[in-house]
């Protein structure tokens, strides 16, 4: 009993929590005024909440209610760190795992993952020839989802190259996460890639679940809510125009360029 005991104490204190957090929520929303250092400084589960909330209210709310802006850069912070599985520190410096006495082992090590790490940018580089090929074509949502897959690879052979487990990035889509996760602080870099993920998102309406609103979905399928009714304005090939398949390109192309110059960079350290 002793353990229930604990377990149950521990649950009631976390719905006091809750219930706090929850007043602080709505009173930021009557006022409109947000604290951003608040939860970038707090537990994770606080700002899972504040984005399911914020969901939640966006959701339900009468069309011509104004509850919440939903572009406010506040309710765009939540929506995007609420889904990191780990968030980063970048207090701490990003010690590549070869920055010590070079041994055979760590050669042969090293060359392997070189080679992974190149034949996945070359991947990349030709996910985006197909993209240019289908955007002169006038196909312009199989351009952009040809745009998505040449970034997300790039981006993965960054971290193949800096051999960061392949466990917290092989099932990941989204190229935020995946740019965040390469540890590359670059502010040029990451504003390449959040603009490349929601390319077209304010015309899905369904965000309760980030991952099934990533570029990568929203450039193949249409939007539906929970009885399988599919929004015909949220299809790809309506989405996603003339204009936002050139944008899609050349947004892929930059990052393509940074991967590119952040490779080069591995390697010739390692040299």
């Excluded at 929590?17 to 939860?39: A, C, G, P, V, W």
Aim: glycine share 2%.
């Amino acid at each position: 009993m002793e353990r229930m005991d604990l377990l149950n104490s521990i649950f009631e204190s976390f719905i006091e929590e809750m219930k706090l957090e929850k007043d602080h929520l709505i009173t930021s929303i009557q006022k409109n005024e947000y604290d951003m250092k608040r939860y970038k400084n707090c537990s994770r589960i606080k700002t899972i909440v504040a984005h399911l909330f914020f969901m939640a209210i966006l959701k339900n709310s009468p069309l011509n209610s104004n509850f919440i802006d939903e572009k406010h850069p506040f309710v765009d912070y939540i929506r995007w760190n609420s889904v990191f599985v780990k968030p980063i520190n970048k207090n701490l410096p990003f010690t590549h795992i070869f920055k010590r006495e070079k041994s055979p082992h760590d050669l042969l090590k090293f060359h392997s993952l070189k080679k992974q790490a190149k034949k996945l940018f070359l991947n990349s580089l030709q996910n985006l020839d197909a993209a240019k090929c289908l955007l002169l074509n006038e196909c312009f949502f199989q351009s952009v989802h040809y745009s998505q897959l040449a970034a997300e690879l790039g981006i993965k052979s960054i971290l193949k190259a800096k051999n960061i487990s392949h466990a917290l990035w092989k099932c990941e889509h989204s190229i935020v996460h995946l740019g965040n996760g390469t540890r590359c602080f670059d502010n040029k870099f990451i504003s390449l890639c959040n603009s490349l993920e929601i390319l077209g998102i304010e015309q899905w309406k369904n965000v309760d679940y980030e991952k099934s609103s990533t570029l990568s979905i929203r450039s193949r399928y249409c939007d539906y809510d929970d009885d399988a009714y599919f929004f015909l304005d949220t299809f790809p090939n309506i989405v996603f125009d003339s204009k936002l398949a050139k944008e899609a390109y050349a947004l892929s192309k930059e990052i393509l360029c940074f991967c590119e110059n952040v490779l080069s960079s591995i390697f010739k350290n390692y040299n």
